[in-house]
């Protein structure tokens, strides 16, 4: 592998000492530096890699406990990172778990800015922000724990400036209306800088969630887009979208998603 290729696509597993031998959490990151808001998708995948059949809760939500599945992060200077994305009290694990045979897998994916950030507001799980510096994460299921992913977020670079700075005023123009008046930022962001690490977020805030699958088939944003659109469907028609999706954008987040959909009956 190329030094490219193997910044390009960080993937760990799990070692630690004293972890379950017939589980392997894997963790990846598309890349190792980030510009501020810019997405910090993680892919986690849970594997089983024993001969039985296992019990897992899935890997959703990564809230801090009571669930099994956490996501830990550390500043540079190696002291934990508050957790600050949404809280469920999901109380002890009620059910059978989803069953995953031999070799079969789970997926998620998260973006960090939505787990941690150090933007004071109440809408920071939606406008998340992580100051420039460098930061580790590591994903945990139960007693199984991934190794740790070094990245860092840097400064907004000349060429993102522009999209930054609309970006800033349509989250400003949220806090005080959330509906009507941020519309236009969203949208000069899309049309203007489409290629913009920042376009995928404003047409998150503006665009049907059709059209974020179309434009933006690798988001992470699409996992509760494709609920949203397969949610009044018949189980016929679902099935037919999500094979499509499959079929339309492979190897893409929203490929796994719909796989996911698919295997689980979701």
Same mark, same amino acid.
């Given at each position: 592998?190329?030094?490219?290729?193997?910044?390009?696509?960080?993937?760990?597993? &799990?070692?630690? @000492?004293?972890?379950?031998?017939?589980?392997?959490? +894997?963790?990846?990151?598309?890349? $190792?530096?980030?510009? $501020?808001?810019?997405?910090?998708?993680?892919?986690?995948?849970?594997?089983?890699?024993?001969?039985?059949?296992?019990? @897992?809760?899935?890997?959703?939500?990564? =809230?801090?406990?009571?669930?099994?599945?956490?996501? +830990?992060?550390?500043?540079?200077?190696?002291? #934990?990172?508050?957790?600050?994305?949404?809280?469920?009290?999901? *109380?002890?694990?009620?059910?059978?778990?989803?069953?995953? #045979?031999?070799?079969?897998?789970?997926? *998620? =994916?998260?973006?960090?800015?939505?787990?941690?950030? /150090?933007?004071?507001?109440?809408?920071?799980?939606?406008?998340?922000?992580?100051?420039?510096?460098?930061?580790?994460?590591?994903?945990?299921?139960?007693?199984?724990?991934?190794?740790?992913?070094?990245? +860092?977020?840097? $400064?907004? &670079?000349?060429? +993102?400036? $522009? @999209?930054?700075?609309?970006?800033?005023?349509?989250?400003?123009?949220?806090?005080?209306?959330?509906?009507?008046? /941020?519309?236009?930022?969203?949208?000069?962001?899309?049309?203007?800088?489409?290629?913009?690490?920042?376009?995928?977020? @404003?047409?998150?805030?503006?665009?049907?969630?059709?059209?974020?699958?179309?434009?933006?088939?690798?988001?992470?944003?699409?996992?509760? *887009?494709?609920? &949203?659109? /397969?949610?009044?469907?018949?189980?016929?028609?679902?099935?037919?979208?999500?094979?499509?999706?499959?079929?339309?954008?492979?190897?893409?987040?929203?490929?796994?998603?719909?796989?996911?959909?698919?295997?689980?009956?979701?």
């Amino acid at each position: 592998m190329t030094l490219l290729g193997l910044l390009l696509s960080i993937l760990v597993s &799990t070692t630690t @000492a004293g972890s379950n031998p017939k589980l392997k959490l +894997e963790i990846e990151l598309s890349k $190792e530096v980030f510009l $501020e808001r810019e997405p910090i998708w993680l892919d986690i995948t849970l594997i089983n890699v024993s001969s039985d059949t296992m019990r @897992a809760g899935g890997l959703f939500p990564p =809230c801090q406990s009571p669930g099994p599945f956490s996501v +830990e992060l550390k500043d540079g200077r190696g002291e #934990h990172m508050k957790y600050t994305g949404l809280l469920y009290n999901m *109380g002890p694990a009620k059910g059978p778990g989803l069953l995953l #045979h031999p070799k079969e897998q789970l997926y *998620g =994916c998260y973006d960090l800015l939505e787990l941690f950030s /150090t933007y004071r507001s109440l809408l920071r799980q939606r406008f998340g922000l992580l100051a420039p510096g460098k930061y580790s994460v590591r994903g945990r299921y139960g007693n199984t724990f991934s190794q740790e992913v070094d990245f +860092e977020v840097v $400064e907004v &670079t000349e060429n +993102e400036m $522009e @999209a930054y700075k609309l970006l800033n005023t349509a989250y400003a123009l949220w806090l005080k209306d959330p509906f009507d008046s /941020t519309n236009q930022e969203f949208r000069q962001i899309v049309n203007q800088f489409p290629n913009s690490v920042y376009a995928e977020k @404003a047409m998150r805030e503006i665009a049907p969630k059709s059209e974020l699958l179309r434009q933006f088939p690798n988001s992470g944003y699409n996992e509760q *887009g494709l609920r &949203t659109l /397969t949610g009044k469907l018949s189980k016929g028609e679902k099935t037919e979208l999500l094979q499509q999706i499959i079929s339309d954008h492979p190897g893409t987040r929203s490929a796994r998603f719909a796989q996911q959909m698919l295997k689980w009956g979701e």
